[in-house]
């Protein structure tokens, strides 16, 4: 079982690909995600529950190239 909440920009990073071009300046457009799943039943050890935090920042576009940064976290 797994419960997921993110903002629309993770998977779509791209969503509205005009807002990137021809342009230079900052962006500063932040996107998340936060997992959390438990296993039951399970044939493997592994730790439950499991949880992960990820970031993705858009932080400039230049002439349509996008500076970013991206992390993720898992427990």
Known sequence: MRL????LGWDMPYRDPGM???KTEWLNYVDWRV???YDFHHSRARANPAAQ???NWDVATIQGYVIYARGIGCV
């Open 4 to 7: 997921r909440l993110q903002t």
């Open 20 to 22: 990137y071009q021809t």
């Open 35 to 37: 997992t959390l799943g």
């Open 53 to 55: 935090l990820g970031l």
